[in-house]
């Protein structure tokens, strides 16, 4: 069984652009969270989508936007990039309904680099 | 302060050992989970609790609920088990729910 599939692993963008980055949850999954990764303020929780909808949102600014689709892919847009912005991107995908009964199964991450 | 708060921050063991990460937060939550994060990024879930204990193989997890702190052990501790522990708790405030993180534990177990 494919496990959480996350493109591209690596990117490099300058500031003032805008990035798209892609998710792909294991088969039958139907919620998908995005979380950004840096040094200084670790793991933090961007949203979550559960049947193209959005259901809980972090404390993230309005550049960062995000959208699954009916097969349950889900991509994260962020614009307008800051180098703040450089992260390791990661989303996970749940079997569950309700967001807080699901194991999670994350992908490998996007490494995201704005100079 | 810190919603979730982890300890030791770093630990270096010897293999064998047994180990303990602690894990206290000061939120409401419906469920907490342990995950283990490998250099390069890859994370895995090892536990996700809402209440009592879990074992899975040499790992065991416990929470208490009331004391809001729940501890990671690690029993007879192995070179592969070097990893960053981090401990995440659901959390329901505001109206809406999100996932809130510790800043990890980074464990190195020595041959």
């Known amino acids: 069984k494919a496990g959480v599939t996350q493109t591209p692993r690596y990117l490099i963008k300058t500031r003032g652009q805008q990035v798209t980055l892609s998710c792909s949850p294991i088969?039958?999954?139907?919620?998908v969270s995005w979380y950004q990764q840096t040094p200084g303020q670790g793991l933090q929780f961007l949203f979550e989508y559960f049947s193209e909808t959005q259901r809980n949102k972090g404390n993230f600014p309005g550049r960062f936007s995000g959208r699954q689709f009916s097969n349950s892919r889900s991509e994260m847009n962020v614009s307008t990039l800051e180098l703040g912005d450089s992260a390791l991107y990661l989303c996970a995908s749940s079997r569950a309904i309700r967001w807080n009964t699901g194991e999670l199964f994350f992908g490998e991450g996007s490494r995201l680099t704005v100079l | 302060k810190n919603e979730v708060e982890q300890s030791p921050q770093n630990l270096t063991a010897q293999e064998g050992e047994f180990i303990t990460i602690n894990c206290s937060y000061s939120v409401g939550i419906s469920a907490l989970h342990w995950l283990q994060q490998h250099p390069g990024g890859g994370i895995v879930s090892l536990f996700m609790l809402s209440s009592g204990k879990k074992k899975h193989g040499r790992l065991i997890a416990t929470i208490n609920i009331q004391e809001k702190h729940s501890s990671l052990h690690i029993t007879a501790s192995h070179p592969r088990d070097s990893a960053v522990y981090i401990c995440a708790v659901r959390s329901t405030q505001g109206g809406s729910e999100k996932l809130v993180f510790g800043k990890g534990m980074k464990l190195t177990v020595n041959p």
């Open positions: 088969s039958g999954h139907r919620s």
